[in-house]
T-cell receptor
């Protein structure tokens, strides 16, 4: 089954403790992206990647890191999480220039930083 | 800056037709997408318009007017299960590729 797999689904952590949210897709998509979703603000892009070893900042990159060493994986790293990073996070992938043109999203990671 | 505007809430009755509008201001434009998200779920892709006109997929249709920087999602024969949030999203060109910007979402309530 074509899918984007995110882990974990839920995470409660303490301020300053480094964490990684994993994301993997099995559709051979070039394009991957991380979004955070907060009430009333929609989906805001954190980082995106157009291919292996090619990443770029989205609209809210502060406090986050990413890497794209393999085509299928795009982990999101919070080196020193803070309470304002409490949010719902989605990883998504897309083929880019071919149909279908939309994203396939992972199931989401609900992160709470205390 | 780049922005997308869509209504925050729309209410309609079962069996009716509802239109959710989206206007955008972006530097560059490749296409307009629509996504559906049920409470507790992930967004799912509905449609993509790159050219002016109407695209129909079952009960859902999406329209784009590039000259007006405007699009809409039309939902026909509304069902209770259509109660969800709907997001418009614009794909804009970036060096080497593109990025996708989402609107804040429209919450659709379908009443019996």
């Amino acid at each position: 089954e074509a899918q984007v797999t995110q882990n974990p689904r839920y995470l409660i952590t303490v301020t300053g403790k480094k964490l990684t949210v994993t994301c993997s897709q099995n559709m051979n998509h070039e394009y991957m992206s991380w979004y955070r979703q907060d009430p009333g603000l929609g989906l805001r892009q954190i980082y995106y990647s157009m291919n292996v070893e090619v990443t770029d900042k989205g609209d809210v990159p502060e406090g986050y890191k990413v890497s794209r060493k393999e085509k299928r994986n795009f982990p999101l790293i919070l080196e020193s999480p803070s309470p304002n990073q409490t949010s719902l996070y989605f990883c998504a992938s897309s083929s880019g220039g071919t149909r279908p043109y939309g994203y396939t999203f992972g199931s989401g990671t609900r992160l709470t930083v205390v | 800056g780049q922005s997308l505007e869509q209504p925050s809430e729309v209410t309609a009755v079962e069996g009716a037709i509802v239109q959710i509008n989206c206007t955008y201001q972006t530097s560059g434009f490749y296409g307009l997408s629509w996504y559906q998200q049920h409470d507790g779920g992930a967004p799912t892709f509905l449609s993509y318009n790159a050219l002016d006109g109407l695209e129909e997929t079952g009960r859902f249709s999406s329209f784009l007017s590039r000259s007006d920087s405007y699009g809409y999602l039309l939902l026909q024969e509304l069902q209770m299960k259509d109660s969800a949030s709907y997001f418009c999203a614009v794909r804009v060109p970036m060096t080497g590729g593109f990025k996708t910007i989402f609107g804040a979402g429209t919450r659709l309530f379908v009443k019996a």
